[in-house]
């Protein structure tokens, strides 16, 4: 490979990968917000969302660059096209974990809710998996990416179970609808988590097969 | 017919150099087939093969067979002239003969016997037209061929195995002495001519190989690594080796 098409590639990978990173965090903060109903952490999340939207513009110009000067091909290419839209799906995850720190805001303002909903098997799973997607991308294992793609169904059962639960406390406390809407939107916010996550994982199969997985379940094994 | 060319276990050996090794694929009428590999892989060697033209090297040997339309071109009782004008080829740099652009174009089909006079005329005006060349040079077809531009040398090339109805175009690096814009008409013309005739193309400009056709071969040392859709090879090649070639990983 040319060894400016190389350097290129090495310095967009380094630059994914600290996105990555910075976007595990804030979901990680964005979570213990809302558990911990702590203000201070949910709005250093929302105010710093910005650097995050500014390395996507960054990641998105330099793939552009790359396509425009060097004409990839093969799996050069692949991994462009692949980072182009992993790094929109980071950028998105990171504007739900600024959602989840608005609900924390609103949430610490209000008295608790009576009936308990904890969001600790669901975020825990949310969290592996865009982990896993993220080890995935940096290991090139689309093994490690099915993983995740099956993985998102638990997520989508545990949301769906929280939509009963709230329907469920809306009946009986109906003087906490505002907390308990917020508290399913927080649900719902893991959720698309997980559906970006699944997303990344994805990309990656694509990225290291040239399978294009997307809207075919049974693809993942084959 | 599925395909026009047919290779069945090609090999040629210069002395006692294995230049092509085993190599069976076959061409698809009527389509761009691109043959790509590092300098030396023996695929302007294989390009020769189909209209016998090393057959002018000293030396060479060769076994298996290339099927044309379905006979086979090495057999003892083909007419070489003949096979030449229904397989033409066009070289890296463009060859006019000192001759007049007229006589450039109607060169072919004296030597090939066939019918003078206005047929002649309108052939040369249709070779000529197919190629875009007419409207720039109708005025000029008594000036000499040489002081044409070199794209407008290498249309002319081009036109000169049209006047002779062939049903196969070799391309050997056509472009390779062109500037990017002549590059580009003449990537235009293939494309266009592509939907009459048959191309097969050597290049070593991989982007070139990617724009203009539709299967692609990569051949590495004299064999052939890969041969499928221009669009899996440089998008999802099935063969780590020619990835690495595609991606300049090793050359």
Redesign the interface.
């Known amino acids: 490979?040319?060894k400016h098409?190389q350097r290129e590639i090495e310095n967009l990978k380094k630059k994914i990968l600290n996105l990555g990173a910075r976007i595990e965090t804030v979901v990680h903060e964005a979570i213990r917000s809302i558990e911990e109903r702590d203000v201070v952490l949910a709005q250093k999340i929302i105010d710093e969302d910005i650097e995050i939207d500014h390395t996507e513009v960054e990641v998105e110009e330099d793939c552009l660059k790359i396509l425009a000067l060097y004409?990839?091909?093969?799996?050069?290419?692949?991994f462009i096209v692949a980072i182009l839209k992993i790094n929109s799906d980071l950028e998105r995850i990171g504007d739900l974990a600024v959602n989840i720190a608005e609900r924390s805001v609103f949430l610490a303002s209000v008295q608790q809710v009576n009936a308990s909903f904890d969001f600790v098997l669901m975020s825990k799973k949310t969290e592996s998996m865009l982990n896993k997607c993220l080890d995935a991308l940096v290991n090139l294992s689309s093994e490690l990416a099915i993983e995740v793609c099956t993985d998102d169904d638990e997520v989508d059962a545990m949301n769906r179970q929280m939509y009963l639960r709230v329907q469920d406390a809306i009946q009986t406390h109906p003087d906490q609808i505002p907390s308990l809407i917020h508290l399913l939107s927080v649900s719902r916010h893991l959720e698309r988590i997980a559906d970006h996550a699944t997303n990344i994982a994805e990309d990656v199969i694509y990225m290291v097969?040239?399978r294009i997985v997307r809207h075919k379940t049974e693809d993942y094994k084959s | 017919m599925d395909s026009k060319i047919e290779v069945r276990n090609l090999n040629l050996f210069y002395g006692s150099f294995h230049a092509v090794k085993d190599v069976t694929m076959s061409i698809k009428p009527q389509s761009i087939t691109a043959i790509i590999g590092p300098s030396g892989c023996g695929k302007s060697t294989l390009l020769r093969c189909f209209n016998r033209m090393n057959d002018l090297i000293e030396n060479v040997r060769i076994s298996g067979q290339i099927l044309f339309n379905g006979h086979d071109i090495y057999h003892p009782g083909v007419n070489l002239t003949r096979l030449r004008r229904r397989v033409g080829m066009v070289f890296q740099r463009p060859n006019p003969f000192p001759l007049s652009v007229f006589d450039n174009v109607a060169y072919g089909r004296r030597v090939h016997g066939l019918p003078k006079g206005v047929q002649t005329e309108m052939a040369v005006e249709k070779s000529l037209c197919a190629t875009g060349l007419w409207d720039e040079i109708k005025d000029k077809l008594d000036t000499s061929a040489l002081k044409l531009s070199p794209e407008q040398q290498q249309r002319l090339c081009i036109s000169r195995l049209l006047a002779v109805e062939p049903e196969v175009l070799l391309m050997d690096e056509p472009c390779s002495a062109l500037d990017p814009i002549a590059t580009q008409h003449i990537e235009e013309l293939m494309r266009e001519l592509a939907k009459n005739y048959t191309i097969v193309i050597v290049t070593h400009n991989m982007q070139q190989a990617a724009r203009v056709s539709e299967y692609t071969a990569f051949f590495c040392l004299g064999e052939l690594i890969e041969y499928d859709s221009t669009v899996k090879i440089f998008r999802n090649p099935g063969m780590k080796q020619t990835e690495d070639y595609i991606t300049g990983r090793f050359g």
Do not use: H, T
């Open positions: 490979m040319p098409l004409q990839p091909v093969a799996i050069d290419l692949r097969e040239g």
